[in-house]
């Protein structure tokens, strides 16, 4: 599972003209999956990501209570190492990937924190105004 983590002052999730995710002042996640991700792990991704210390005066969404956007991005497991056209072969599969990230987001929500989504299989258009601007990659 590989997240990569901003901090926003804003951020949101456009599909066919209608705002489906936004927040203010949180984290942006793009969350991508592989073929060995299992429920466990993205448990320990939601505590990773709720409890990461990226935020102002080194806090973290769940001292501040910030929300979270998750918006799936398969193209984070994208290999470029040969040629110019990525193989998506290390992104798992629609089947297997949506219900972890489902899993990721009701585990943040379990925590407490404020999650808005993009829309999985779908056709997004994510704006973010980036604080900062901090960036990490997440790779468990």
Not at 45 to 54: F, P
Not at 99 to 120: D, H, I, K
């Amino acid at each position: 599972m590989r997240a990569v983590v901003q901090t926003v002052g804003r951020a949101s999730v456009t599909v066919d003209g209608e705002v489906v995710g936004a927040i203010t002042d949180g984290l942006l996640v793009l969350l991508g999956i592989t073929h060995t991700d299992t429920p466990e792990l993205a448990r320990t991704m939601a505590r990773k990501v709720h409890e990461l210390r990226i935020l102002d005066d080194e806090r973290s969404a769940a001292d501040t209570g910030a929300p979270i956007l998750v918006v799936s991005q398969f193209t984070l497991y994208g290999d470029t190492r040969k040629g110019r056209r990525p193989s998506w072969t290390a992104a798992a599969p629609a089947e297997l990937a949506e219900p972890l990230v489902t899993a990721v987001v009701e585990a943040l929500r379990a925590r407490g924190a404020t999650v808005e989504t993009g829309r999985f299989r779908a056709h997004m258009m994510v704006e973010s105004i980036n604080t900062g601007p901090r960036t990490l990659l997440l790779d468990l």
